[in-house]
């Protein structure tokens, strides 16, 4: 998950006490943090250290990172009038740092690990710039989508370009795997996922499959949504701790791998338990026709990194196909 690295002591000392976005844009400092998770735990795969609102921010949009609260708009989009602040993303000219980073983290990466590349669905995106930042109730984008839906998929399509171009970017700087977070696509119906979030979805997954790398889409608490986002486009769909893994797969039906999903929280139990729900994430994943094991969402700040390292030795010892797990 993005946040990978921050419960690391050299991850807090690195990044200091500055903006994110400021951060970001020091290709040289994102590609450290980027690249500290993979030399202390010894994991599969790094994740670019970035934001979704990076695209947004970067073309001129007015919208900061809060701490402890996220991104906020300063002027919520709510007519069609408002469409005309989003211009086209163009990652060379308007973020080329992002790019940089990607190329720094890759000649350091170890042999055989990859680097994740990552951008905001069309949905969670939407949301925050409906609503002015984070929501609870996301009463403004519903009744947007349902009161004027042609302005809702106007703006749906310009973030699906957006993150479609942001994705080819890091793709072209190295980046080998490509995910989609639509963190809050969970607060959606079925009926409202499939007619207002699928198809922007899916049209960033239909514009990037030419680059012919692997994507993954990940939603929190989207278990009843899993039918519908198996059909957006994606190899991999992450699933959240809500949901067991065979579960999942069998919502998912037989022609994708999952992600996932210990819960962050149980990173905080004492190592034993830790350890057995690993394993039970392990049991129920099964091997066919593949599983990433990851948590069911970002890394808690408090987390021990022992436990983390120890969980990472544990996967990589008896998660492999063929090997039993107790």
């Not at 690295?5 to 450290?32: K, M, V």
Request: charged residues 20%.
């Amino acid at each position: 998950m993005r946040q990978a690295g921050r419960s690391l002591p050299e991850y807090r000392s690195a990044r200091g006490t500055g903006a994110i976005l400021d951060a970001i844009s020091d290709p040289e400092l994102a590609a450290e943090l980027t690249l500290q998770p993979v030399r202390r735990y010894g994991v599969d795969a790094a994740i670019l250290f970035s934001d979704i609102v990076v695209p947004l921010h970067a073309i001129g949009f007015d919208l900061t990172v809060e701490p402890g609260r996220g991104p906020v708009v300063a002027e919520p989009v709510s007519s069609s009038a408002d469409l005309a602040r989003l211009r086209p993303f163009v990652p060379e000219e308007d973020a080329p740092y992002v790019g940089r980073a990607a190329e720094l983290a890759v000649r350091e990466l170890p042999p055989g690990v990859a680097l994740i590349g990552f951008a905001g669905a069309p949905f969670t995106i939407a949301s925050y710039l409906v609503e002015g930042g984070p929501s609870r109730a996301f009463a403004r984008v519903k009744a947007l989508m349902h009161s004027d839906p042609v302005v809702w998929h106007a703006l749906a399509d310009r973030l699906a370009a957006m993150a479609a171009a942001s994705l080819a970017a890091q793709v072209h700087a190295g980046a080998t795997v490509v995910q989609l977070f639509d963190s809050w696509a969970g607060v959606l119906s079925p009926a409202d996922y499939e007619r207002f979030a699928l198809p922007a979805t899916r049209q960033v997954f239909e514009a990037i499959r030419p680059l012919g790398v692997p994507a993954v889409l990940f939603g929190v608490g989207t278990g009843e949504l899993l039918a519908t986002m198996a059909r957006a486009g994606a190899q991999v769909v992450g699933v959240d701790w809500r949901v067991p893994l065979d579960e999942a797969r069998r919502r998912l039906g037989p022609d994708h791998a999952v992600q996932g999903n210990l819960d962050p929280a149980v990173c905080l139990a004492p190592w034993e338990a830790v350890a057995a729900e690993a394993r039970d994430v392990l049991r129920r994943a099964g091997t066919s026709p593949g599983h990433i094991f990851n948590l069911g969402h970002g890394v808690l700040p408090q987390t021990d990194p022992g436990v983390l390292s120890a969980l990472v030795e544990l996967v990589h010892a008896e998660g492999r196909a063929g090997v039993p797990v107790g």
